[in-house]
């Protein structure tokens, strides 16, 4: 897992912003006695699967009454099984979701929030 945070150097006038990655990568296999589905094969089976999720997000403050948070999840996968006679793999990216906030602290009434 690699976890990495920049931020710019806060000023009076300049923008403060801070950026965050986090990504991950897991590997699991299986192996069993019994393929699946098991009415299928009476045979052994076997699989492997990579799944690597990915999160990145931004923070920062354009204006003095004004900051803006970011974030953006998704990733990718890969599985395959087999047995004698029957295989199967996926390879795809994950549901990826976003979210975007903006809160101004001159009226923190009102706040802009998107799914």
Same mark, same amino acid.
């Given at each position: 897992? !690699?976890c %990495?945070?920049? @931020?710019?150097?806060?000023?009076? !006038? $300049?923008?403060?912003? /801070?950026? /965050?990655?986090?990504?991950?990568?897991?590997?699991?296999?299986? @192996?069993?006695?019994?393929? %699946?589905? =098991?009415?299928? &094969?009476?045979? =052994?089976? !076997?699989?492997?699967?990579?799944?690597?999720?990915?999160?990145?997000?931004?923070?920062?403050?354009?204006? $003095?009454?004004?900051k803006?948070?970011?974030?953006?999840?998704?990733?990718?996968?890969? &599985?395959?099984?087999?047995?004698?006679?029957?295989?199967? &793999?996926?390879?795809?990216?994950?549901?990826?979701?976003?979210?975007?906030?903006?809160?101004?602290? !001159? %009226?923190? $009434?009102? @706040?802009?929030? @998107?799914?």
């Amino acid at each position: 897992m !690699a976890c %990495f945070v920049v @931020s710019s150097v806060a000023h009076a !006038a $300049e923008p403060n912003w /801070s950026l /965050s990655v986090d990504q991950d990568l897991r590997y699991s296999s299986w @192996s069993g006695t019994r393929g %699946f589905p =098991a009415s299928g &094969s009476t045979a =052994a089976g !076997a699989g492997t699967q990579v799944y690597a999720p990915l999160t990145i997000q931004a923070s920062g403050q354009p204006l $003095e009454n004004v900051k803006v948070d970011l974030l953006g999840r998704g990733g990718y996968v890969w &599985s395959r099984q087999s047995t004698p006679g029957l295989t199967g &793999s996926v390879t795809t990216t994950t549901d990826t979701s976003y979210r975007g906030q903006q809160p101004i602290s !001159a %009226f923190p $009434e009102f @706040s802009r929030l @998107s799914p």
